[in-house]
C-alpha cells in the first residue's frame, strides 16, 4: 500500500526542517568563530541572528511534520522509533529556543542543531517506516501519556547533557587560565613601562590557550554550566520517574503484569537509578563539577543504549514493536 499524501507531505518536512537545521548550523559554527576571535565589545551578532531565524523555521517546520504524521497515521505520531526521533529532537529544539527567553544560550546552538541535524538523518536514512495503524497492545491512551512523557524526557536530557559537556571543556580552559595566570611575570613597582609589557606578554601568550580557550571564555562558567544542566537532569529524571510508572500500569493492563524485566524495562529502570544516583550524589555529597558532568554524561549514554542498542537489537522482547513501527 503506497504512502498516503500527508504521510509524504510530512517526510518531505521533515527535510524542509533538516535544511534549515543546516543553514543553522552553519552559521552558528560562524558565530562561535567570531566569539574565539575575540570581535569588537558590542558588534552585532549577525551570523547568530540568522542561525536563530533558520532554527525557528526549522522547528516550525519540524512541528508540522509531526502533526502531519499523526494525521496520516490516524493516532499520536510517536508509536516506533522513526516517530520518536521525530518528536524528540523537536523536544531538544524547542527547549533550546525556549531557554533563549532567560539569557542568551545561543552559543549552545551549534551543539544542539548537529545532533538533532544527525539524529533526523539517521531517522530519514534507517528509522522511517510507513504511517500506519499500532499492534493491539499499543492502541491505548497510555501510548499518549507513557511514550509523550518519555519523549519529553529525552528532549530535557539532550540538552542537560551538551551543557555537561561544554561544562568539562571550560572546566578544563578555566584550569589552564588559572596556571598561566599564576605563571604571568608580576611587574615591579617603580619600573617604568612594566605594566604595559606584561600585558603585552600576556597577549601574545593568550594564543597558547587554543582555539577552545579562546571561544570557551565567552561562554558561562562551568560552575554555571554545571547548575544549568542540574536543574535540567532534575526535570527530566521526575519526567523519567512519571514513565517507569506509567510504563507499569500500561503494561498491567496490556500484559496483566506491571513488571516483567523485559530488556526495555530493565534499561528504564538502569536509567531511573544512573539519574537517581546523580542527583543524590549532587545535592547531598557535593558532587559538584567535574564527577557530576561524568554522571550526567553516563546518564545519556544509557539513554542512548537503551534507545539504539534495546530497541534494533532485542528484537525478541514484548517491546520490539518499538523498532519495527
Known amino acids: 500500500m503506497p504512502e498516503s499524501t500527508l504521510g509524504q507531505l510530512s517526510t518531505l518536512l521533515v527535510y524542509g526542517a533538516m535544511a534549515a537545521y543546516m543553514v543553522a548550523l552553519v552559521s552558528f559554527a ?13 558588534r552585532r551578532r549577525r551570523a547568530a541572528g540568522i542561525a536563530m531565524a533558520t ?44 531557554l533563549q527567553r532567560g539569557r542568551d544560550l545561543r552559543f549552545l546552538g551549534t551543539f544542539i542543531t548537529g545532533p538533532v541535524l544527525l539524529l533526523l538523518g539517521v531517522a530519514v536514512a534507517v528509522l522511517y517506516v510507513r504511517a ?8 491505548s491512551y497510555w501510548l499518549v501519556i507513557h511514550v509523550s512523557v518519555a519523549t519529553l524526557a529525552t528532549g530535557v536530557f539532550t540538552v542537560a ?51 577552545w580557550g579562546r571561544l570557551l571564555e565567552s561562554v558561562p562558567s562551568s560552575a554555571e554550566l554545571e547548575r544549568l544542566a542540574f536543574r535540567l537532569n532534575a526535570v527530566g529524571f521526575m519526567m523519567w520517574t512519571f514513565t517507569v510508572i506509567a510504563g507499569a500500569i500500561w503494561a498491567e493492563h496490556a500484559w496483566g503484569r506491571p513488571w516483567g524485566w523485559d530488556p526495555k524495562e530493565v534499561w528504564s529502570f538502569v536509567i531511573w537509578v544512573v539519574y537517581a544516583a546523580y542527583l543524590h550524589a549532587r545535592a547531598t555529597r557535593g558532587w559538584e563539577g567535574r564527577r557530576a558532568a561524568y554522571l550526567s554524561i553516563f546518564g545519556f549514554v544509557c539513554i542512548l543504549a537503551n534507545y539504539f542498542v534495546v530497541n534494533l537489537l532485542f528484537n525478541n522482547s514484548l517491546h520490539a514493536y518499538s523498532g519495527l513501527g
Open 30 to 42: 560562524v558565530d562561535l568563530s567570531g566569539l574565539r576571535d575575540r570581535g569588537p565589545q558590542g
Open 55 to 98: 532554527t525557528w523555521l526549522g522547528a516550525a517546520l519540524h512541528l508540522i511534520a509531526v502533526v502531519t504524521r499523526g494525521i496520516a497515521a490516524g493516532r499520536v505520531p510517536w508509536a516506533n522509533m522513526y516517530e520518536f526521533s521525530l518528536l524528540a529532537t523537536f523536544m531538544a529544539v524547542a527547549l533550546f529556543l525556549g
Open 132 to 139: 500506519d495503524g499500532v499492534p493491539p497492545a499499543l492502541d
Open 161 to 211: 547533557v551538551t551543557f555537561s559537556v561544554i561544562q568539562l571543556f571550560q572546566e578544563r580552559a578555566e584550569l589552564r587560565r588559572g596556571r598561566e595566570s599564576l605563571d604571568a611575570p608580576r611587574p615591579s613597582q617603580g619600573a617604568e613601562g612594566s605594566v604595559a609589557t606584561v600585558v603585552a606578554e600576556q597577549t601574545e601568550a593568550a594564543p597558547r590557550l587554543g582555539v
